[in-house]
């Protein structure tokens, strides 16, 4: 299984940290690692495979349209880039610059700024912060409100940009509403929404316009691979903005349910998305991950992941460090408090053991290491626990 990492000369790792890029995303499925071989061996129209994807994905999300990208991240770039152009080739052809008078900013609470908003920067927009986060600096209850979103909106909005967690304020009902009011989109990071998989209709249920989802996280699809889902409009426009538009002379013919060419006074150049390719392989992949994971038994799979912590859980027991098992997130994981040493170091000393041991270091900065089922091997279970009874010794 892990011959060609030793054909190449680069250690396979055990995963206890959960679906992260630096760790190359999840393990595939067979059956997701098949089509995408599968798909490897044949050509396909980019658009065509494009607009299908859209159908399948609309039956698990309820969304208009969708679209296949390469993650989370480029989806936030091409849902920006869609709202500041709308279906307008010139603009499109333009980004990221954008014409005096066009849409230039986008409204975000600052206490939900992070490292991805690099994505709308680069599509062009320029961030209006609104709120003061005290509730996190320490300083008061208060943090965003829905009135100073308001008094962000201008003509210059091309959207208002949501990162979906369980802390973001205000609800996004209420960001929703505001926005809608002023006749602006909400375009939301729900990358890190799954599970449950229930998320997968929720933001577009509750009526947000564009909703980016991770397909290397969760949904078990390939490492480089993401889902931007919504309106039919702005669908059209991201896809525009994506797919490689070196079309001859009236071969451009798009299903119209995905983007219909007759709104288009003409066909854009190749976009600022086009960086963001996807591949046929990482489509087929995605759509095989996405139909296991929405078909799946999340009762079963939650209890097969927490049985899997319970044993090494009784396995560990009696070493020096104090286990919790949080059995009730929407995936359990297990906390781990050495007694003797600093949580870095245990997270230091695993990843320097052949194979390499990589563990969730949220919490090292509290004492603890954590333990993530999500991408460990049934070969890893004896290697995790062998690698921390050894890891764990004063
Ligand atoms: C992981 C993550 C992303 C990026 O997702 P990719 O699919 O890796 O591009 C963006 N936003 C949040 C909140 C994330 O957790």
Known sequence: MSAVWSRLGVARIVNAKGPATRLSGPPLHPQVAAAMAEAAQSCVDMLALQARASEIITGHTGAEAAL????????LLLGAAACATGLDPAAMARLPAIAPGGRCEVVMVRSQRNQYDHAL???????????LPDRFAGAGCRDAEPWEIAAAISAQTACVHYVADARARPP??????????HGVPVLVDAAAQLPPRANLRRFVAAGADLVAFSGGKAIGGPQASGILCGRRDLIAAAALQLL?????????APPPAFIDAAELPGLP?????????????????????????AAGDEAAEHATRVALLERLAAALEGLPADLELRRDLPVPLLALTPHAFDAGVLVRRLAATAPPVHVDP????QGRVLLNPMCLLPEDEAILVERLRAALQP
């Open 68 to 75: 296949v990208t390469s993650g989370a991240a480029a989806g």
């Open 121 to 131: 920067r680069t599509a062009g927009l320029r961030i209006v912060e609104v709120g």
């Open 172 to 181: 996004l009902e209420a960001v929703i509403e505001v926005a809608h009011r």
């Open 244 to 252: 490689d538009m070196d079309y001859p002379d009236g071969l451009f």
């Open 269 to 293: 150049p190749h976009g600022i998305g086009r960086p963001c390719k996807v591949g046929k392989e990482q489509i087929a992949g995605l759509l095989v991950a996405l139909e296991r994971f």
């Open 362 to 365: 949220e919490e090292t900065d």
